[in-house]
Nanobody, 124 residues
């Protein structure tokens, strides 16, 4: 079992920055990859970014590339999402997720563990 706890969301203005954190506990050594997804009201859950837990390779959605950066601190079992130049369309509930098996990192249904989500609201 892996437990994930997100933090760092909030209400900001367009152009501001936020850093989300996701702390993993339990059996973090079983994580193959960790990802961030977001879901706005009335929309499907959307891939934002992912990082391979051991090797550190990263993947970022085109919609946030150049503005969002995913990273991890293995010593702290924590994954971060640095979000710069935020836009109103970035407003969503952001979830941290972890998968323990190989395979695509873009499909949310293939993730085994989820955090409770943290709200990000960007005003114009």
């Amino acid at each position: 079992q892996v437990q994930l706890v997100e933090s760092g969301g909030g209400l900001v203005q367009a152009g501001d920055s936020l850093r989300l954190s996701c702390a993993a506990s339990g059996r973090p050594f079983s994580i193959f990859a960790a990802g961030w997804f977001r879901q706005a009201p009335g929309k499907e859950r959307e891939f934002v970014a992912a990082i391979m837990w051991t090797v550190g390779a990263t993947y970022t959605a085109d919609s946030v590339k150049g503005r969002f950066t995913i990273s991890r601190d293995n010593a702290k079992n924590t994954v971060y999402l640095q979000m710069n130049s935020l836009k109103p369309e970035d407003t969503a509930l952001y979830y941290c997720a972890a998968k323990t098996r190989t395979g695509t990192i873009y499909n949310p249904t293939l993730y085994d563990y989820w955090g409770q989500g943290t709200q990000v609201t960007v005003s114009s």
